[in-house]
């Protein structure tokens, strides 16, 4: 055998051969080397406060210098591609899905505008673009929506901050949900800084401040992601007195005497449901199995040497195989198909919740057309004001009853019961009055035919929003 | 000796560029060491359960074993490797070890890490070396990993879920996992030369993380 010696005497190429065969060994294992000591000197430089962060700091990124991991993944709230079977984070016009939801919301703004919400990053855009806050609103709806809150609650007090409107508000409210939403500056604990909730568990005798850190993980979402009303003054309240259920809640609501609005066709005391996820979920199996909304929400996280929290907050199903298969051992598809399967059972429950619901308004308003008087409608009345707020107890929670299906179900057969009944009592109303039945429906087939039916003049309220996007928003958002 | 030889002077450059080449093969057998010291090498060649936790990983791993059961009397590699001849345990360790050193290279490992068949194959096999009493009646002792995973016949972990490592994988089983780290790559005696005694460089205990 030649040596390579005489090779490349002959052949000069082999040299170069050998010398980038020699170059690329050297340069993997250089890169082997590097991550392994960059992973331990990782592991050693955890914590690092580069700079300390004032309290009632309201800008994330300020707090993203310390916590480039967090915030980084908290960024990607940004995005608005991924879409499931029902939700996701694309922004979906709700009304256009569901139009049956228009007619329910007769007189109320929502039947302007309904979408699902889009990531946490979008929180304060999404409130200024909807078409619902063109009607005057209180201030206690930026409650949820900015880490500015806790700042100016902290300047002016709750009832202070509640008093204000929406629009005196306006110009304090820069920063979307974020950091300090959830944690203390000082230790990075997490912390309530809402006081509806620690107000509810007061009443109850429980103080939030002993609760355990697994708890926190669900507790700091239980801030926003449950049912409230505006009491007194727009004082924002969680009506838990009672109890969690949609039963409960309706119970306490009709006892204080609440109502939101009352309905333009069936002039029904109507109730709205808010998002009660918190409350859903509690009734369900992962609840009752100690997992926080944190766990399947915002999974733990590891890169290279460093623990955290992954801040990019989204479906689970966006992320099966870091949340779900963290305890499920089941393939991804598998667990998908699980979900879904739930998710069709509670949709089919809820479409029929709703046909029957704008069907029973447009019929009440029909008995009142024919000459009804109030003792008649009466209990019909009642029957939708609680057969929607069943509905919409479900329907306005995120994820499709998925946080606790069977009580999903349960709560929307009795929704679909109550306007049933509702709708039998009407019939003999109708008798009385020599009403012919069943009653004529209107098209409700796409959204514009639905505002088009109730007598939403859709195109001055976009005219409005245009004006105030173009004049009013640049001055808020310039105003700091 | 003749082949060493041989292979050798199949290698031997010209005349005027030996310098060289000895410089640069010094300079590439140093790099070798040092990628053999920083990578903990000769760890590998041993059984200790430490070896394991170099890489983080491992930790959440590492701590439900040491807190369970076979935590008294089973290491890592009583399971996770073939016992049953020298020449199969240290094949698959050094295709698994060069595996995973290729994944973390490239940063290509998952969150939630999940065994392979070949691995389950190495575990099944494990449970059976030391359980061969409890399960010679019934009818385990001839599934593999790929049998398994075909669906026709089951693993002794699809009955014992909790066994050993719990049923929660990944950070969430062990969030603070307590376990002793990795020191800095610097030697403690350099280290301190350089900066003086601080006993916090030497050696990291585990921080309380949120």
Redesign the interface.
């Known amino acids: 055998?030649k040596?390579?010696?005489e090779i490349?005497?002959k052949k000069p190429w082999v040299n170069w051969v050998l010398f980038f065969a020699?170059v690329i060994i050297?340069f993997?294992?250089?890169?082997?080397?590097a991550?392994?000591?960059e992973?331990?000197?990782e592991?050693?430089l955890?914590?690092q406060m580069v700079e300390p962060i004032p309290e009632w700091e309201p800008d994330n990124e300020v707090w993203g210098v310390n916590f480039p991991r967090q915030y980084e993944s908290y960024k990607k709230t940004l995005d608005t591609t991924f879409q499931s079977k029902y939700y996701g984070s694309v922004m979906i016009d709700y009304l256009e899905r569901y139009p049956e939801m228009v007619v329910m919301w007769a007189g109320y703004a929502f039947s302007r505008d309904y979408n699902q919400g889009r990531g946490h990053y979008y929180s304060v855009k999404d409130v200024h673009n909807t078409l619902r806050t063109g009607v005057p609103q209180p201030a206690t709806c930026w409650t949820c929506k900015s880490t500015d809150v806790p700042r100016l609650m902290n300047e002016m007090g709750p009832s202070e901050f509640y008093a204000h409107t929406w629009a005196e508000m306006g110009p304090e409210i820069q920063n979307p949900i974020g950091c300090q939403d959830c944690?203390d500056p000082n230790?990075?604990?997490?912390r309530i800084t809402r006081p509806a909730l620690a107000e509810a568990f007061e009443r109850q005798g429980i103080d939030i401040n002993d609760a355990t850190r697994q708890e926190m993980r669900s507790l700091v979402c239980a801030q926003c992601h449950v049912e409230y009303y505006f009491g007194e003054d727009n004082y924002l309240i969680f009506p838990w007195d009672e109890g969690f259920s949609a039963d409960e809640m309706e119970y306490y609501k009709d006892r204080v005497g609440h109502t939101d609005w009352v309905h333009a066709l069936s002039r029904a005391p109507m109730l709205k449901a808010q998002h009660p996820d918190y409350e859903l979920y509690k009734t369900g199996i992962h609840a009752q199995r100690d997992v926080s909304c944190a766990?399947c929400h915002m999974?733990?996280?590891?890169e290279?040497?460093i623990?955290?929290?992954d801040h990019h907050l989204r479906s689970p199903l966006d992320n099966i195989?870091?949340s779900c298969?963290?305890?499920h051992?089941q393939s991804e598809a598998t667990l998908q198909a699980n979900v879904y399967d739930q998710q069709n059972r509670v949709s089919e429950l809820r479409r029929i919740a709703e046909r029957n619901l704008a069907r029973v308004h447009i019929e009440a308003k029909h008995a009142w057309d024919a000459g009804a008087n109030e003792e008649e409608m009466e209990d019909i009345l009642q029957l939708i004001r609680h057969s929607q707020w069943r509905w919409d107890w479900v329907a306005a929670a995120n994820a499709m009853g998925f946080h606790s299906s069977s009580e999903a179900l349960r709560v929307l057969a009795t929704s679909i019961q109550k306007a049933q009944e509702a709708s039998i009592k009407l019939t003999s109303v109708f008798n009385r009055y020599g009403v012919e039945y069943p009653i004529e429906m209107p098209d409700l087939s796409t959204k514009e035919k639905a505002q088009e039916y109730i007598g939403l003049d859709m195109e001055k309220i976009r005219e409005e929003k245009e004006e105030f996007l173009e004049k009013t928003l640049p001055q808020w958002l310039g105003s700091i | 000796m003749k082949a060493l030889k041989?292979l050798f002077?199949?290698?031997?450059?010209?005349r005027n560029w030996r310098f060289t080449v000895v410089i640069?093969s010094g300079i590439?057998t140093g790099?070798?060491f040092?990628?053999v010291y920083?990578?903990n090498a000769v760890s590998y060649l041993s059984d200790e359960p430490e070896t394991c936790i170099n890489?983080?990983?491992m930790y959440p791993y590492y701590a439900s074993w040491d807190k369970g059961s076979h935590g008294r009397d089973a290491t890592c590699a009583d399971c996770h490797v073939p016992q049953d001849n020298f020449i199969r345990q240290y094949y698959v360790k050094a295709t698994d070890g060069l595996a995973h050193?290729t994944y973390?290279?490239f940063?290509w490992e998952?969150?939630?890490i999940?065994i392979k068949s070949r691995g389950k194959s190495v575990v099944q096999e494990n449970c059976i070396r030391c359980h061969l009493d409890m399960v010679d009646m019934v009818q385990l002792v001839e599934v593999t990993g790929e049998i398994a995973e075909k669906d026709e016949g089951k693993l002794c972990w699809d009955c014992h879920?909790e066994t050993p490592h719990g049923?929660?994988?990944?950070?969430?089983a062990a969030?603070h996992a307590l376990v002793e780290?990795?020191p800095?790559?610097m030697p403690a005696w350099l280290e301190n030369l350089f900066f003086g005694e601080s006993p916090s460089?030497t050696r990291?205990l585990p921080?309380n993380?949120?």
């Not at chain 1, 993997?28 to 080397?33: E, K, Q, R, S």
């Not at chain 1, 999974?299 to 590891?302: A, G, L, V």
């Not at chain 2, 002077?9 to 010209?14: K, S, V």
């Not at chain 2, 049923?167 to 969430?172: A, K, M």
């Open positions: 055998m040596s390579i010696r490349s005497e020699t050297v993997v294992i250089g890169l082997f080397a991550t392994i000591i992973r331990r000197s592991a050693q955890y914590f944690h230790t990075m604990n997490l766990d999974p733990y996280k590891r290279g040497g623990k955290f929290t195989e870091n298969m963290v305890c051992r | 041989r002077r199949f290698l031997l450059p010209p640069l590439f790099i070798l040092f990628v920083v990578s890489c983080h990983v050193a973390f290279t940063r998952p969150q939630v999940q879920r049923s929660v994988r990944s950070l969430s969030p780290r990795l800095s790559v460089k990291t921080q993380e949120n």
